[in-house]
């Protein structure tokens, strides 16, 4: 017996291997399994099962039968092949990202000894111990001491060297009594305690979850997209819809963009299904992960709440799945592959499980906006928000007016915004602060020369960092401990710090306002997802009075005293060569804008500009979604971008600029010209040409929609061209292929 195993290794071939004689009739089709593959161990999966062998060579036995039964549902198993199709990846790639070699072999959580006191003490026994043998002796005092608490053994290794073997001894002796249990592993420290509240819906959301419930005992796929404005009450329609889901005893995931973002839901989740809701992130513990993981599968959990890989929990019989902030550029995984967006997966799997589906946002993505548009998604509408909450008045700043009347040649915080902080302090209530940058400043450049202290391995500014006093390149992670005192170029003393990140509106403020509790959340700080949660309770809780942040506090979050909001800059990258820059922009400004006056008192946001005329910049300050959906849709229209048509890009990777350029430009013209549809763009070198010692250039494949419906042609080529021809091949250079890519810098 041979079976055919797709590796987590860069190739799309699989690799067969003889089945052990003892294995027959457990290695069944889409077990994992351990196999050597030249001199080392790899993990893999069955794809089949033969009676014979086609390969000619000699064939290798596997190792180890990692499952003993097939673990994945048949549709994760079926999610596990569209997604290996649909974003060119190796079955075996896709598969390791689905289930992952570090959740463990069995899905039990790992057992530890304990040790309790059996409250009988043998006064003759215990001198004895005492006398001769002392290890014992402690042991058993120890173990008395904390009764009734049972101890871990492990912890006992203060006292001794093999707890474990003096405590069988003292069971020997009938003092004490040993037994395994699990090790309790909590996810509680990313989640707010239990938010209990008492909700009194209005017409629209009446509406809304009217429709949701309707479609839910269908038992069919639905898709639908809530465009709700911020403060509308979106949170409270994912659990009434999710209760509708528990009592047909069917199960849902919630998916986040990010994990700032899990505390709050969290904690409302919990209030209302007590014992059923698991989180799931990046930031959990290997124990953490198994634990919860074997809890999913087994049924314990029926909800599961977490970014991106949330959606490949085990969970069976899902009946919705919710996707919230739909639009958000998280949920794009951008290495490794595979490059999936989980909203589009997600929709998959909704597909493949016969489940609803819930996009839901304040300003949906292009594309879902459209797609409701073409009566793929129910379009469902929040346009009020829940209670007493109103629409907070939004000023703009002209930041060249404010530098001409400060005489300062570049103002971080206005006049106005200073004003507006200063009275929200006085009243007691709250304000957030954008700014989309981390480190001090974003650049040093020498006024000698002109030269910008840059990156010594990317083309890219160093980025200065005032605490710790470093510099640090945010493409490749580059650190240079001490400033620079010269410029490297003219040995130039005359060095001036230019543009502003999330430190130096810290800084700032923290002079300007030295009685106030100021916090930052940017990556810098918030290493840990504890950590953000701890910050966010405590702004909760308003012992923080202003919270400074990039995009990851700009989204999702509701603080009833926040009354006032300030986008430091927002022409932040609004002028990037992409063409969703301005989609980018406009949410991040709507969104920042829609954390200000969610409570009865009344909001205000103020949005610092160089181009207040820009038009994504006025659409915004007006909250006029339509407006900006018209001007986006006519730009993307016109130049036949998303969601008219199928974008992917072919990025290619190596050391030599000149080879890696003529390598591009020859693949570019084997592709020219292949169908009606198909436009070629490039090799054009990357917006961040160099990374780590790496050039980068790109070409991008654009199959319009109105020839390719589907996006089935643009696949078919792909793969035909590239992955059959095995034109990844190339030696020292690498390429990546990026199907639907958010971003083209």
């Not at 987590?8 to 069944?28: C, L, R, V």
């Not at 000699?58 to 549709?75: A, F, R």
């Not at 896709?94 to 006191?117: D, G």
């Not at 379009?379 to 300062?408: H, T």
Request: glycine share 6%; charged share 20%; hydrophobic share 35%.
């Amino acid at each position: 017996m041979f079976a055919e195993v797709a590796l987590s290794i860069s190739t799309f071939q699989s690799f067969t291997y003889k089945i052990p004689p003892n294995s027959f009739g457990i290695a069944q089709v889409g077990c994992r399994v351990k196999v050597p593959l030249g001199n080392r161990s790899v993990y893999g999966v069955i794809t089949a099962i033969n009676n014979v062998s086609i390969y000619k060579g000699g064939v290798k036995s596997i190792s180890e039968i990692v499952d003993d039964v097939p673990i994945l549902t048949k549709e994760l198993w079926e999610l596990v092949h569209w997604i290996s199709y649909y974003y060119v990846t190796p079955f075996g790639k896709v598969f390791n990202t689905v289930l992952p070699n570090s959740i463990s072999k069995k899905y039990l959580p790992k057992m530890h000894w304990y040790a309790k006191y059996m409250g009988v003490d043998d006064k003759v026994l215990i001198a004895k111990l005492k006398k001769n043998a002392p290890a014992q002796f402690n042991v058993y005092l120890k173990i008395k001491k904390i009764s009734p608490v049972s101890i871990q053994v492990a912890s006992l290794k203060s006292i001794c060297h093999s707890p474990l073997s003096i405590c069988r001894l003292l069971e020997k002796k009938k003092l004490i009594t040993l037994f395994k249990q699990e090790n309790k592993v909590s996810t509680e420290a990313f989640s707010f305690v239990k938010i209990e509240k008492k909700i009194d819906f209005n017409k629209d959301q009446n509406n809304v979850i009217k429709v949701i419930n309707s479609s839910l005992y269908e038992n069919k796929f639905k898709s639908h997209l809530l465009h709700g404005v911020t403060g509308s009450g979106k949170t409270e329609i994912f659990i009434e819809s999710i209760k509708t889901v528990i009592k047909k005893n069917q199960t849902a995931i919630v998916l986040l963009p990010e994990i700032s973002l899990t505390p709050q839901i969290a904690g409302r989740f919990k209030s209302v299904f007590p014992g059923k809701v698991a989180l799931w992130h990046s930031q959990l513990t290997k124990s953490q992960r198994n634990s919860t993981w074997e809890k999913i599968y087994n049924g314990i959990y029926s909800i599961v709440i977490g970014a991106r890989s949330a959606i490949f929990s085990p969970l069976k019989n899902i009946g919705l799945i919710i996707i919230d902030e739909e639009h958000d550029y998280s949920y794009k995984q951008e290495s490794p592959s595979p490059r999936y967006h989980a909203r589009d997966v997600a929709i998959m799997r909704a597909k493949f499980e016969k489940a609803n589906i819930l996009l839901s946002s304040a300003t949906p993505s292009l594309e879902s906006y459209y797609n409701s548009i073409k009566n793929k998604h129910k379009y469902l509408n929040l346009p009020k928000r829940y209670g007493k909450a109103s629409y907070p008045k939004v000023q703009i700043v002209d930041l060249l007016e404010e530098n001409k009347e400060s005489g300062e040649m570049s103002t971080v915080i206005s006049g106005l915004l200073l004003d507006k902080i200063e009275k929200r302090l006085g009243v007691g209530e709250q304000t957030l602060l954008i700014q989309n940058r981390r480190g001090y400043s974003t650049s040093v450049r020498c006024l000698d020369c002109g030269e910008t202290i840059m990156c010594s391995a990317c083309k890219t500014p160093l980025t200065y960092h005032i605490h710790g006093n470093r510099f640090k390149c945010h493409s490749c992670g580059h650190v240079q401990k001490d400033s620079y005192k010269n410029c490297n170029s003219c040995m130039g003393q005359n060095l001036i710090y230019l543009g502003t990140g999330t430190q130096k509106v810290e800084k700032i403020l923290n002079q300007t306002f030295p009685d106030a509790s100021i916090a930052r959340v940017d990556h810098d700080v918030m290493k840990k997802g504890s950590s953000m949660v701890k910050l966010l309770q405590s702004f909760s809780n308003h012992k923080i009075d202003i919270l400074i942040g990039t995009q990851m506090i700009a989204k999702g979050l509701d603080f009833p005293n926040v009354t006032l909001v300030g986008i430091i800059n927002a022409d932040l990258g609004l002028h990037m060569p992409d063409f969703r820059s301005s989609e980018r922009i406009f949410q991040l400004i709507y969104q920042a804008a829609g954390r200000s006056g969610r409570g009865e008192k009344k909001g205000e946001v103020i949005i610092q500009t160089y181009d207040t005329q820009n038009p994504v910049i006025q659409a915004a300050s007006k909250l006029d979604l339509n407006k900006y959906y018209k001007i986006m849709l006519n730009d993307r229209n016109g130049l036949k971008y998303p969601p008219f048509s199928w974008i992917a890009k072919i990025e290619f990777i190596g050391s030599n600029s000149k080879t890696l350029f003529s390598l591009a430009n020859k693949i570019k013209n084997n592709l020219l010209n292949r169908y009606k549809g198909l436009e070629v763009l490039g090799p054009a070198a990357c917006f961040k040409e160099k990374i780590n010692n790496n050039f980068r250039f790109q070409i991008i494949l654009k199959s319009i929609k109105k020839y390719d419906p589907s996006g089935e042609r643009l696949h078919s080529f792909i793969n035909d061209n590239l992955i059959q021809n095995k034109i990844l091949n190339l030696g020292s250079n690498k390429i990546n292929i990026h199907i639907d890519p958010l971003s083209m810098i």
